[in-house]
């Protein structure tokens, strides 16, 4: 849409690689404003986010209920490559949308549980309560949302499951170095 | 200080989750643009990519069957007939560093980890339009330049070679360790 024609290609060769530049396509839709430009897309944006915010519960409640069906799939069926897709996925999700949503506690909770669905060397062998633990920890994190008192308890929980959850992952990848690396490294992804 | 014309842009949104497809499509709109297309999997978003030519895409890691990875690599054909150039923005609930390399040698422009926040967004939409890497091409990466750090110093077992053909020896870590003893 911002290209009127193909750009120019101008290519370097060296001796196991090409560095290929091309003008910038999207460059006319830069514009220079002042430094005082009152318009602001990002505070914008920030303002239409928040007109969404009144249906963050409810989607955050489907998201949880997808994660318990996901999780009675296995408690039915056991580990199977789809059941474990499902309930990866489903923590997966929430891991990413749950600050989002407002709800910071329960998507570390999920993401506790899937450092344990990526980092279990057999699942079947991880202690059911454990996974047990970090569903109901999510739901009761969701549903009671409302109390103002449970924030520090939500936070609490789902930092208490983190610690079990890496005691469990550190001493079941005690002899798979990559895992146990992966396991112990923080996160580097800046969030901005 | 420079603003863009989201107007002039169209984008391509892939996620197979509703509600960060709603998410990414508010907060572009507030940003400007008009046209935003949407696809729930990699497999659609590729056929939309050919058929729609965004300027930016935007897709998610995680989706069933044809995964953003995946999607990634698919419009990086040097040889294809669409336009393996856009930039891609990896928008992410993984944050590990080894996710983050995955990513970058799929040949993705720009890595975003979840939770979304609309300065964080802005900051890589604007990052790909107002400074955008050559690419390069070797016999087994066809993508931006992975090196953001111009260093002429770097010998590192990667380094590239220049017009004039040199190997850079480089003594495994076991020879290191064997001539120490």
Known sequence: ?192 | MFRIDFNKLRFLVCDDNPHMRRILRTLLHSFGAREVYESEDGATALEMYSHYVPDIVITDWSMPIFDGLELAQMIRQPESKGNPYAPIIMLTGHSEKRRVTVARDAGVTEFLAKPISAKALYQRILNVVANPRPFIKTKTYFGPDRRRNTNNTYIGPERRIGGEVEVLQQPSLLDKARTAV
Not at chain 1, 131 to 158: F, G, P, Y
């Open chain 1, 1 to 192: 849409m911002a290209k009127d024609k193909p750009a120019t290609l101008q290519i370097e060769t060296f001796a196991d690689h090409h560095v290929i530049t091309q003008p910038n396509p999207l460059r006319k839709v830069l514009r220079r404003v002042a430094e005082k430009d009152l318009d602001d897309p990002v505070a914008r944006a920030e303002k239409a986010l928040e007109g969404l915010s009144s249906e963050f519960k409810n989607w955050m409640e489907i998201e949880t209920d997808r994660l318990a069906e996901a999780h009675a799939a296995i408690l039915r069926d056991g580990f199977t490559n789809f059941t474990r897709e499902e309930l990866f996925r489903a923590a997966h999700d929430i891991k990413g949308d749950a600050a989002t949503f407002g709800f910071p506690s329960a998507g570390a909770a999920a993401e506790s549980l899937c450092r344990i669905i990526e980092h279990a060397p057999d699942l079947d062998q991880v202690p059911s309560d454990l996974i047990a633990h970090h569903i109901n920890a999510i739901q009761a994190i969701v549903h009671r949302r409302t109390k103002a008192d449970t924030a520090s308890m939500a936070s609490e929980l789902s930092r208490q499951l983190r610690g079990v959850a890496d005691e469990y992952l550190a001493l079941a990848n005690r002899d798979r170095p990559d895992h146990l690396e992966a396991v112990l490294a923080p996160g580097i992804a800046p969030a901005e």
